[in-house]
């Protein structure tokens, strides 16, 4: 599996008509893979697609919680475009799900995260990132046994929303669930990562590369 930074969109390769889930193929618009720079530092992980990712098939566009999302990449100068574009141009970091395809009525499954788990696995290794952002409680939770010294329940994630948590290999920067968040909410988040972590080196250093 090879990245291709020619486009943002899946740059990795992977299965676009994926039938892993039969209980999410006739559900689902689309399968929405990652979406970003292969060589950013930052990557961040929601549960599952929103209803205008499934709808766009490009992640975090086409609703109020993936212009959240954009608008708060743009404040830290992840992203040269408009909240509301359908094609975020992102630099140094990568937006990703648990889950790949969505369900209308119901969250995922623990089994169809765990079906999807070689996907996420794959990204993670390819791009080796310095900080990791889940976005919600179902997403620390799923992270908490491999990438932390943590048990999952140990973390609440109104009581982690932007702060640092220490990973193997990793740092975590929880936030809460785009579609539970204030504009608050979101400032503390941008605040938190501009004067805790990129002051700590983490700056935006490899942008967009060449592969």
């Known amino acids: 599996m090879d990245a291709n930074q020619q486009q943002f969109e899946n740059p990795f390769g ?3 008509d994926c039938t892993n889930c039969p209980n999410l193929c006739d559900a ?3 399968v ?3 979406y ?3 060589g950013g530092e930052f990557l961040f992980i929601a549960e599952r697609p ?3 990712a499934d709808e766009t ?3 975090f566009t086409g609703d109020d919680a993936g212009e959240r999302l954009q608008w708060i990449l743009g404040e830290l100068g992840f992203v040269r475009s408009e909240p509301d574009a359908d094609r975020p141009d992102m630099q140094n970091a990568f937006c990703t799900y648990l889950t790949r395809c969505r369900h209308p009525e119901r969250p995922p499954t623990k089994k169809e995260i765990d079906t999807c788990e070689p996907y996420l696995n794959a990204e993670i290794r390819m791009m080796n990132p310095q900080i990791i952002v889940p976005i919600g409680q179902r997403v620390i939770e799923s992270l908490a046994m491999e990438y932390t010294t943590r048990k999952p329940e140990e973390f609440n994630i109104d009581e982690i929303h932007a702060t640092t948590v220490r990973g193997r290999g990793f740092e975590l920067v929880p936030m809460l669930e785009l579609d539970r968040q204030t504009d608050a909410d979101s400032e503390a ?3 938190h990562l ?3 972590v990129f002051s700590r080196d983490y700056r935006q250093t490899k942008g967009r590369q060449s592969r």
Request: hydrophobic share 35%; glycine share 16%; aromatic share 4%.
């Open 14 to 16: 992977m299965d676009a």
């Open 28 to 30: 689902r618009e689309h």
């Open 189 to 191: 988040f941008i605040e």
């Open 32 to 34: 929405v893979h990652g």
């Open 57 to 59: 098939g490009i992640p």
């Open 36 to 38: 970003g720079d292969v």
């Open 194 to 196: 501009s004067e805790n």
């Open 50 to 52: 929103h209803a205008g």
